[in-house]
């Protein structure tokens, strides 16, 4: 059994996608997980273990069924959970489909959903509850508002601090996940 310490950081990029590319850091999802791995670089004792540095990395240019969607699943077996940037930019692209099919449906991994374009437990939620807005998101995304019940997953703004605090919590974590719903972060 794979070693399951990994943050597998899924995010939509438009292909087909070159990391070297401006386009790349042009896409607004990328430049989210950029700034995840920024803040490790920055500071080690900051809780992001990054899943896609524990394989080589391959070419968008790849074949998808020999190389790209094997890395993928394999990258996705090394990880405890998915941080799933959702945004209005965010689209159902045919690798974000994978990652989020094999990972939940597969898997059994729990999500934490970071929403960009969201920076407080206020502009979140609404009298406790996850705001219309935000459910409208997952539309963007059909595989994971039609999987998601099947794993814990946590919803939070774009802050440091709780992102940070969310992938410290054992309840969202493979092996120590909590029972299959959908949870905000507490202040």
Known sequence: MAYRNGNYTAFYVAEPFNASALGAHATKDFCYYNMLRAWKGKEASFPFNDSHDKTYNVRDGSDWEKTLKPRLQE???????????????????????????????????????????????????????????????????????????????????????????ALKNSDFMLATKTSPNYYWYEV
Request: glycine share 4%.
């Open 75 to 165: 990258r996705l077996r090394n990880s405890k959970n998915i941080v799933l940037f959702l945004s209005s930019k965010t689209v159902s692209s045919r690798a974000l489909r994978e990652e989020i099919n094999y990972g939940i449906n597969n898997q059994g991994l729990p999500v934490i959903v970071v929403y960009p374009e969201y920076n407080s437990k206020a502009s979140l939620l609404i009298n406790d509850s996850l705001k219309q807005s935000v459910k409208n998101l997952w539309g963007n995304l059909p595989i994971f508002r039609d999987s998601m019940s099947k794993v814990p997953t946590l919803h939070i703004p774009n802050k440091k601090d709780i992102i940070e605090a």
